[in-house]
């Protein structure tokens, strides 16, 4: 059964959405929609563990994921989980790390857009190999804000 929740976070309104094993997906809602929950305890765990995030602490989440995606996005999605908060790395080293040359960046980097759990498997701490923000599903403004978050924590 699939379960909703919508909340408030400094950078607009999140939409969390869960099956019964686990999170599916999370992403930014760029039309405001009043606060409503699914009341189930993944669904409070993930809450409670994003407004922690939000409010400066240095979590790691710990909610079960089940995110849809190819075996290359489902590898990639996990390797995007061991970028310490707070850092960044660029998708050349992505590639690096999961073993592949850095000539596959832009392969890693089309499974870092497609990753359905914003936040909760951090792709906004993979940067361009020159520094720079390159894309993000939410915008730029917000993968800076989230990486300033960290940043001052």
Same mark, same amino acid.
């Given at each position: ?23 599916? &997906?999370?992403?930014?809602? @760029? ?5 409503? &929950? @699914? @009341?189930?305890?993944?669904?409070? *765990?993930?809450?409670?563990? %994003? ?5 400066? @602490? ?19 999605? *996990? ?26 960046? *832009? ?6 857009? !497609? ?17 720079? %923000?390159?894309?993000?599903? &939410?915008?730029?403004? !917000? ?11």
């Amino acid at each position: 059964m699939k379960a909703v929740l919508v909340m408030d976070s400094p950078l607009g309104a999140l939409q969390l959405t869960a099956e019964e094993d686990g999170l599916t &997906a999370l992403s930014f809602l @760029d039309d405001a929609k009043p606060p409503t &929950a @699914d @009341d189930t305890p993944l669904l409070q *765990r993930a809450r409670e563990q %994003l407004q922690a995030y939000f409010s400066g @602490d240095a979590i790691t989440f710990d909610l079960p994921l089940r995110p849809q995606g190819t075996p290359f996005q489902q590898t990639v999605w *996990r390797a995007l989980q061991t970028v310490p908060y707070g850092q960044t790395i660029s998708y050349a080293l992505l590639a690096q790390r999961l073993g592949l040359p850095a000539s596959h960046a *832009r392969a890693v980097g089309a499974a870092v857009g !497609r990753n359905p759990l914003l936040i909760i498997v951090p792709c906004h701490r993979i940067i361009g190999h020159d520094g720079r %923000l390159t894309g993000y599903a &939410a915008g730029l403004p !917000r993968k800076q804000a989230l990486l300033d978050l960290e940043r001052a924590a």
